[in-house]
């Protein structure tokens, strides 16, 4: 089954706008919550992740939002720009194993 | 730094063949591993390395082995490709187990016939 789950499949979001995916996982072992963000014939690199000690954690354009109790995280991308136009993974991790488990992702366009 | 590095970036193979997967990084990291990315899936673990000498399965390991006999080195072989095996494979490293940055390389995309 699939342990973390990625909503929407694809996203189409005007320059300037707010982008959001959202993620929903059902092991409650996991303690760290990455979003990797990868461009076509790339490896994914690692933009932005949270533990659930935190609500919410911003860095720059990106945030991620946590909710603990219902088991769901999201990431939020403001101002999105053409640039931002890449496929996103949210992930999760087991406490000190290491292992990612990731979402389907999610493929953003950022229209000009 | 090369940082991680995979080799071939594009193979072919035929049902049955067998072939090593290369993967190599040069930041001294204990932790290693690899996934297979298919559409619709998101990445899946196949099998990861916390040191030289210490191999364990991930979600998918069927079908593939690992070694790691150095620091540097975690190939993955196919003993006898499989259609199903048809995928982007991703080698991924980090300073260890407790550190969460994860680093991946460029890719290596695989098509059995």
């Known amino acids: 089954q699939q342990q973390v789950k990625q909503s929407p499949q694809s996203l189409i979001v005007q320059k300037g706008g707010i982008s959001i995916i959202n993620c929903a996982y059902e092991?409650?072992?996991?303690?760290?919550f990455p979003w990797y963000q990868q461009f076509p014939g790339k490896g994914p690199a690692l933009l932005i992740a949270i533990r659930p000690d935190v609500s919410e954690k911003k860095e720059g354009r990106f945030t991620i939002s946590f909710n603990k109790s219902a088991k769901q995280f999201s990431l939020h991308i403001m101002d999105s720009q053409p640039g931002d136009s890449a496929t996103y993974f949210c992930?999760?991790?087991?406490?000190?194993?290491?292992?990612?488990?990731f979402g389907q992702g999610t493929t953003l366009q950022v229209k000009p | 730094n090369a940082g991680v590095t995979q080799t071939p970036k594009f193979q072919v193979l035929k049902t049955g063949q067998s072939m090593t997967l290369q993967c190599a990084q040069d930041?001294?990291?204990?932790?290693m591993s690899w996934y297979r990315q298919d559409p619709g899936m998101g990445l899946r673990l196949i099998h990861y390395?916390?040191?030289?000498?210490?191999?364990d399965q991930g979600e998918v390991p069927n079908g593939y082995n690992v070694s790691r006999s150095t620091t540097e080195d975690f190939p993955l072989r196919l003993l006898s490709a499989a259609p199903s095996q048809t995928s982007v494979y991703f080698c991924a490293s980090r300073f260890s187990v407790g550190t969460d940055t994860q680093y991946f390389g460029p890719g290596t995309r695989l098509t059995v016939l």
């Open positions: 930041m001294n990291h204990e932790y």
């Open positions: 092991n409650t072992a996991f303690d760290y």
């Open positions: 992930a999760a991790s087991p406490s000190n194993t290491g292992k990612l488990i």
């Open positions: 390395s916390v040191g030289a000498g210490i191999t």
